[in-house]
């Protein structure tokens, strides 16, 4: 079975920092995007920044560029995304998902971690 497993949201003031990890495994892609998605209470939910494993290319939405960096660990499965200056607007459920193209093409989902921003 795929498993991502994300973990690391909190509160945490404005102008904080958090750092996600999503811990995954069990599918076969040989090259994959893995990325994280946000969804605050009343908004739909959007592509926050995805990674590509085979060459480790990064895509941001505008809102957390400068901001937000996003890395992989092929050899841990693991991706992690660090999140500083951050600012209420940014308090979401944050998702991992994984899938050949980000962020339209994902096939599989974590559970999400809920991060809170303090003003």
């Known amino acids: 079975d795929v498993q991502l497993q994300a973990s690391g949201g909190g509160l945490v003031q404005a102008g904080g920092s958090l750092r996600l990890s999503c811990v995954y495994s069990g599918f076969t892609f040989v090259n994959y995007a893995i990325g994280w998605f946000r969804q605050a209470p009343g908004k739909e939910r959007e592509g926050v920044s995805g990674i590509y494993s085979f060459d480790g290319s990064a895509v941001y939405v505008d809102s957390v560029k400068d901001r937000f960096t996003i890395s992989i660990d092929n050899a841990k499965n693991t991706v992690t995304l660090q999140m500083n200056s951050l600012k209420p607007e940014d308090t979401a459920v944050y998702y991992c998902?994984?899938?050949?193209?980000?962020?339209?093409?994902?096939?599989?989902w974590g559970k999400g971690t809920l991060v809170t921003v303090s003003s």
């Open positions: 998902a994984v899938g050949w193209r980000f962020p339209t093409g994902m096939s599989y």
